[in-house]
């Protein structure tokens, strides 16, 4: 059953194609730095948006024209929703995916119902998997639509409302463990707070770190190998969610015993909410070893919140690729969509727009990234401006050699330092600009 007939499989056509589904920049099987583009990039569709998304917002209702779905929580329409799925990641090239719970099956009058349901998607999605060769990068839980969750998951007030949560992980790893995910995902959707004045930060705290340790042992019991990785946010749904940014969440793994087993799932827009740019989110990652997966979109200047737009900037998708590329690659991680087409791009053929144009331009920056490494100029700039702790002084410094003493003689002899240099940021800019 074909969903989308008028599409065929996109292909790569070149820089001077005018197709718009194709491929300009994306030659999956293309040599860069010696692996191909496919497995650099590894991308994955995400289901929430692309097979439930609905264009609804604050202001009105869903606007999409989705022909396949009868708008139903039955069982029968999640069905068609995987062939629909499916058909679209093929067509798409993209050799993985991602899910919640609950979007891939609908949640039923009890939990014991509910469970039986996603059993039932999940065959559904294995079987595809397996006729297609697509893969499930990850799997997560979604612990923050249901009103139960109002007060958050791990991080309720509600003790039952714990438990719940930890029923609900347990089932959502024990199904990424069966369809081979090769990641299982924290995105901590209501896991902070509203209102200082009602809430015991502690407590909630330690209520986190313990779903996340009942998790890693629960990895073991089942033999689920993949990666753990916590997806950080500053604020929306909560006006603080505990897992604020990259920084915060080393810190809360590191206090609770928790980083050797969890990674960062880094997301551009969650990054911007946060005051950062993506590229300091990474390279704060990546120097301590939990750079794990990204979530590839991008906000709108103009608009403050998690717009979860398409990336098509290639400064953002360069200097992206170019971190991915510093820190070795991914190893379970990808180029994760989580992006939404706009409320007015509410055509199916819309999703295939979408998804080509971040496909490419994430194909874009990557070559731009290897050409810049391959001409080596920011970083031999880099290299030069911190010559002064390669020898003398610096290397007795970064060696322990020295300490407060020494170093007052040192300066004592010398008078004052030497002569400070330019940080050439402009020039370095316009370097930037000689790649794009
Ligand atoms: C929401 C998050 C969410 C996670 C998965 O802002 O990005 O989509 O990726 O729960
Ligand atoms: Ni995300
Ligand atoms: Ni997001």
Redesign the pocket.
């Known amino acids: 059953m074909a969903y989308f007939p008028e599409i065929s499989k996109i292909q790569y056509e070149g820089p001077k194609s005018r197709n718009p589904l194709a491929f300009r920049w994306y030659n999956p099987d293309e040599i860069i730095e010696g692996k191909t583009m496919k497995d650099h990039l590894r991308f994955s569709i995400?289901y929430?948006h692309t097979m439930r998304g609905t264009g609804s917002d604050p202001f009105g209702p869903g606007t999409a024209v989705r022909p396949w779905d009868d708008g139903s929580n039955s069982v029968e329409n999640a069905l068609k929703r995987v062939e629909v799925a499916f058909e679209l990641f093929q067509k798409l090239d993209a050799p993985y995916y991602a899910f919640?719970d609950r979007d891939v099956a609908p949640e039923g009058e009890s939990l014991r119902e509910t469970n039986a349901n996603f059993d039932k998607i999940a065959d559904a999605l294995l079987a595809h998997q397996k006729g297609t060769g697509v893969k499930l990068l990850w799997g997560?839980a979604?612990m923050?639509s249901n009103p139960r969750f109002m007060h958050g998951a791990g991080t309720s007030c509600n003790a039952e409302v714990f438990a719940y949560a930890a029923a609900q992980v347990k089932k959502a790893m024990e199904v990424t463990h069966r369809l081979g995910g090769e990641n299982y995902?924290f995105?901590g959707?209501r896991e902070g707070y509203q209102c200082l004045y009602n809430t015991d930060m502690k407590r909630e705290l330690d209520h986190l770190a313990k779903l996340l340790h009942m998790a890693v042992d629960y990895a073991k019991k089942i033999g689920f190998k993949g990666q753990f990785l916590i997806?950080p946010?500053p604020k929306?749904p909560t006006k603080h969610q505990y897992d604020s940014d990259a920084a915060a969440c080393l810190n809360f793994l590191r206090a609770y015993d928790l980083l050797p087993y969890f990674k960062l799932?880094l997301?551009t827009?969650?990054a911007t909410l946060a005051g950062h740019t993506m590229m300091h989110e990474m390279d704060y990652s990546g120097m301590q070893g939990v750079l794990g997966s990204l979530?590839a979109n991008t906000g709108d200047l103009l608009l403050g919140w998690?717009t979860?737009q398409f990336p098509t900037d290639y400064y953002l998708t360069a200097q992206t690729m170019l971190m991915v590329l510093k820190y070795g690659g991914f190893t379970t991680g990808g180029v994760n969509f989580?992006a939404k087409v706009r409320r007015e791009s509410f055509e199916p053929i819309d999703l295939f727009h979408a998804h080509v144009g971040g496909m490419d331009a994430f194909a874009r920056g990557l070559r731009i990234a290897a050409e810049i490494r391959k001409e080596g100029l920011l970083d031999s700039f880099v290299k030069n401006r911190y010559r002064s702790w390669d020898s003398g002084i610096g290397a007795e410094i970064e060696a322990g050699k020295a300490d407060f003493a020494s170093l007052e003689k040192y300066m004592l002899e010398k008078g004052e330092p030497a002569a400070n240099e330019s940080g050439r940021q402009e020039m370095l800019e316009n370097i930037f600009n000689l790649y794009i």
């Open positions: 995400v929430w919640h997560t979604n923050f995902v995105w959707g997806e946010k929306e799932n997301e827009n969650h979530d998690d979860d989580d």
